[in-house]
């Protein structure tokens, strides 16, 4: 074969080598799981926290003002053992759309940033009592991170309040991660009444594209937008067998990691 020839496969397969490259995660692993629960239910405490430990993994619980009082010392526990708690604003505060039952002073669209940002740091001084840890990373409250038509995610940076702020709506990973905004990150939101395939079926797109995949819990065996406790625990049964490819660790944990490794 002429030596051209040659010399030109070997640069197109070394430019698809480039296009194809995939993050580099940890200890060789092919992709990063962070497992999260917002609003700090009950049935976290009941049905997710014992199924985690079972299996020895960490996972992001995302608490609000409207905590139970006399759970207080399990949240505690549940940060010691080294789960992350993160901050999902006080009041939590989503478009009202005259929705019944909530004030419409706590209507997003009626709040202005430094409210939006008081809470947050309120919020914080609240984990603080309760677990001695300041929590790093935030969720927005319904993923919304506009206040009173303001996209406050800058603001939120700039305030120093927290490194790391989820939102929502992925449904295949995030695979740009040298582009990805430490103050946006899109997570997979679990829609009610999921089954253990859609959740694995997420677990394994998110591994096929080499990506980060954060899941978005509400209830788990209780509460609402729930799924079924076996759903959760099949989840994790898959995710644990798969554990030579999936590195699953905090929101914060993670999230640390790709801020070390583009940088
Ligand atoms: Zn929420």
Redesign the pocket.
Same mark, same amino acid.
């Given at each position: 074969m002429n030596r051209r020839i040659i010399l030109l496969i070997v640069l197109i397969v070394l430019t698809c080598q480039v296009i194809n490259a995939q993050f580099a995660w940890p200890d060789g692993k092919k992709a990063a799981i962070v497992l999260s629960y917002?609003?700090g239910l009950n049935s976290h405490l009941d049905n997710v926290v014992p199924q985690l430990n079972a299996f020895g993994f960490k996972g992001t619980f995302?608490l609000?003002g409207y905590l139970p009082e006399n759970r207080f010392d399990e949240w505690k526990q549940v940060s010691d053992q080294g789960h992350e708690i993160g901050n +999902?604003s006080l009041f939590?505060p989503c478009k009202g759309n005259g929705k019944a039952g909530k004030s419409s002073r706590f209507y997003s669209e009626n709040y202005d940033v430094p409210s939006i940002l008081r809470e947050i740091g309120m919020m914080s001084k609240l984990i603080l009592a309760i677990t001695g840890k300041k929590p790093v990373s935030y969720?927005y409250?319904?993923g919304e991170t506009v206040v009173g038509g303001v996209d406050y995610s800058d603001s939120l940076k700039q305030s120093g309040l927290v490194k790391y702020a989820r939102n929502g709506k992925d449904t295949d990973g995030i695979t740009s991660l040298d582009n990805l905004n430490p103050y946006k990150v899109p997570a997979y939101g679990v829609k009610q009444g999921s089954s253990a395939n859609d959740l694995i079926q997420y677990a394994k797109t998110v591994v096929k594209n080499g990506g980060l995949g954060i899941f978005l819990f +509400?209830g788990v065996g209780g509460d609402y937008i729930d799924v079924d406790a076996g759903v959760h625990q099949e989840l994790l049964e898959f995710i644990n067998d798969q554990q030579d490819e999936i590195w699953v660790a905090t929101f914060t944990e993670v999230m640390g990691f790709v801020q070390n490794t583009k940088n």
């Open positions: 917002d609003d995302f609000y +999902h939590h969720a409250p319904c +509400h």
